[in-house]
């Protein structure tokens, strides 16, 4: 079993919409979880860490479900610019563990 | 300063030649790490560095080989490597673990070809 599963999209969404996706990571003792979101031939760039009390930057909404080894991400009234690959990271000591990547892409 | 620079941005070699990547952090982060991206892929860890001292290799073979030659600076070694090798070489720092947040920054990387 992979230790980052995540929901590999594509997701297909016209500008303006609420996109949402999930991850889940089988450690239970994982410590910190973030979002990255990485474009085409980038780097990751670090979007948002999750908090077990779900956090909200902008547009931008993360939740942890530490019962249910679950984490979301919810993006309302998508850009053009929201169109990436968005990277579920679970963070052990100092490994990092990566889902494949949820593939979002926001047309116009 | 919130920036990882990396150089070269891109690099070409053949299987005999010794090249090395360059990864430079000035946030004063104690870990430093690189990875291994392939297309369409998330990145892989090859070796983490914690107060300049290797402290995970993931299985990297020894034509892979990291210095840490201060807590600013870290380089990967490259010898005899395989078309295979090809990749997004990504080097990324953090806080130690146990020292608060620990998200990690990665650089832009470094375009590997080996031809």
């Known amino acids: 079993r992979k230790e980052v599963e995540q929901d590999p999209g594509p997701f297909n969404v016209p500008e303006g919409a609420t996109v949402a996706f999930n991850c889940t990571y089988s450690n239970s003792a994982s410590q910190s979880f973030f979002w990255y979101r990485q474009d085409c031939r980038k780097e990751p760039k670090l979007l948002m860490s999750v908090y077990s009390s779900g956090n909200e930057d902008g547009r931008f909404t993360a939740q942890l479900n530490r019962a249910s080894q679950y984490i979301s991400l919810l993006i309302r009234d998508s850009k053009l610019s929201d169109s990436a690959t968005y990277l579920c990271v679970v963070n052990d000591d100092y490994k990092l563990s990566f889902g494949a990547g949820t593939t979002v892409t926001v047309r116009a | 300063d919130t920036e990882v620079t990396q150089t070269p941005k891109h690099l070409v070699m053949g299987m005999t030649n010794k090249k090395s990547l360059k990864c430079e952090q000035h946030?004063?982060?104690?870990?430093m790490y690189w990875y291994k991206q392939k297309a369409k892929k998330p990145p892989e860890l090859m070796f983490v560095?914690?107060?300049?001292?290797?402290?995970i290799n993931e299985s990297v073979p020894s034509r892979f080989s990291p210095e840490c030659p201060n807590s600013s600076l870290l380089n990967l070694h490259l010898h005899a490597l395989q078309p295979e090798d090809s990749a997004l070489y990504l080097c990324?720092?953090?806080?130690?673990?146990?020292?608060?947040?620990?998200?990690?920054?990665f650089g832009p990387g470094t375009r590997l070809t080996v031809l």
């Open positions: 946030m004063g982060h104690r870990a």
């Open positions: 990324a720092s953090s806080r130690p673990a146990g020292t608060g947040d620990n998200e990690q920054f």
């Open positions: 560095y914690s107060y300049e001292k290797l402290s």
